[in-house]
């Protein structure tokens, strides 16, 4: 056999994209949760005209522990999507349908009040 023949298998199995999570998902960076916390993945629309926003909330080892879930978000509005106690102690949130005038942050809460607040990003 040719060294083409031989590194063409190879090439292939390069050339197939990796699946992605969600196409033109952003995430926020991962947070604290902890036990006594609760997460909530929230929407703040700036825009003139409703949007709609999906968003889950995942653990450390990136498995979906609640979500996902579509909502309405009225313009000039804020929408909580999400919410979970805190299962794990790292958690992060994934939304699709963000533009640079829908924005998504997730909230670490505890009996304290707001503890984490951080934006997704891409």
């Known amino acids: 056999m040719t060294r083409i ?5 190879s090439a292939l199995v390069l050339a197939v ?8 998902a952003m995430n926020t960076p991962p947070a604290y949760a902890g036990s006594g916390s609760n997460v909530i993945c929230a929407v703040q629309n700036l825009d003139a005209k409703e949007r709609t926003v999906t968003a889950r ?6 498995s979906v522990t609640e979500g996902p879930t579509s909502v309405e978000v009225l313009a000039g509005g804020i929408a909580q999507i999400v919410n979970t106690g805190g299962q794990s102690p790292i958690v992060y949130c994934q939304f699709e349908g963000l533009t ?9 809460i505890d009996s304290g009040g707001v503890r984490t607040s951080l934006p997704a990003t891409k």
């Open 17 to 24: 994209p990796a699946p992605a999570a969600a196409a033109g």
């Open 57 to 62: 909330i995942l653990l450390e080892d990136g």
């Open 5 to 9: 023949a031989l590194l063409l298998p």
């Open 100 to 108: 640079r005038k829908v924005r998504g942050s997730l909230l670490a």
